[in-house]
């Protein structure tokens, strides 16, 4: 069974403090993993897709990588603004999954001033 | 602008009764996909459809409908049936022919059943 799982639950840091998430994953084989970032009472927001172990992709503050087990999401000094949960999604490569994602529960990320 | 729109953005109903949830898109893509998300937890994946006029049971499909009879609308039907229907509703759309899969989210519907 394909798994995703995210940790910390909650991440608190202050303002230019730099940390990492991390998603762990388990699937016959991947396609590709995804990250998003979601605010209270909002869709998820797409922030990048990683498809080989060694892959690095960066946005402003963020900078996601991928091994063959685990994604990291690097925030560098972090601004409130930054506060959000971080969805991590992996799309298994069996063919009976189709098309769906499964995701992770989430890293819920304050950043205090 | 593409994007997917969800409508309402707010649902109230009284126990029994049957809702219906908008869900439109405009980016051409071929999948659409319905979530659940409870407070504190993840996505829960409700039904989903990769083509018109079919689509296939998630893991909490059970209370729900769905219908695909157009490829930009995906309209979910939450039915008395659903023992536990407030939740926050999402829609979502991605290709499926050509890399990335990625899927795209509307803003969601925020249902409460009393």
């Known amino acids: 069974e394909d798994q995703v799982t995210q940790s910390p639950e909650a991440l608190r840091l202050q303002e230019g403090e730099s940390s990492s998430l991390n998603c762990s994953y388990t699937?016959?084989?991947?396609?590709?993993l995804f990250w998003y970032r979601q605010d209270p009472g909002k869709g998820p927001e797409f922030l990048f897709t990683?498809?080989?172990a060694g892959e690095e992709k960066e946005k402003e503050r963020l900078k996601a990588t991928l091994t063959k087990k685990e994604s990291f999401l690097h925030i560098t000094a972090p601004k409130p603004e930054d506060s959000a949960t971080y969805l991590c999604?992996?799309?298994?490569?069996?063919?009976?999954?189709?098309?769906?994602?499964?995701f992770g529960e989430g890293t819920q990320l304050t950043v205090n001033p | 602008d593409g994007g997917i729109t969800q409508s309402p953005k707010y649902l109230f109903r009284k126990e029994g009764q049957n809702v219906t949830l908008s869900c439109e898109q405009n980016?051409?893509?071929?999948?659409m996909y319905w979530y659940r998300q409870d407070p504190g937890q993840g996505l829960r994946l409700i039904y989903y459809?990769?083509?018109?006029?079919?689509?296939q049971k998630g893991d909490i499909a059970e209370g729900y409908s769905v219908s695909r009879e157009k490829k930009e609308s995906f309209p979910l039907t939450v039915t008395s049936a659903q023992k536990n229907p407030t939740a926050f509703y999402l829609c979502?759309?991605?290709?499926?022919?050509?890399?990335?899969?990625?899927?795209?989210f509307g803003p969601g519907t925020r249902l409460t059943v009393t």
């Open positions: 979502a759309s991605s290709k499926i022919r050509d890399t990335p899969y990625e899927q795209y």
């Open positions: 699937v016959s084989g991947l396609r590709g």
């Open positions: 990683l498809y080989s």
């Open positions: 999604a992996v799309h298994p490569r069996g063919e009976t999954s189709g098309s769906r994602l499964t």
């Open positions: 980016l051409n893509h071929d999948a």
């Open positions: 459809s990769q083509i018109v006029n079919d689509f």
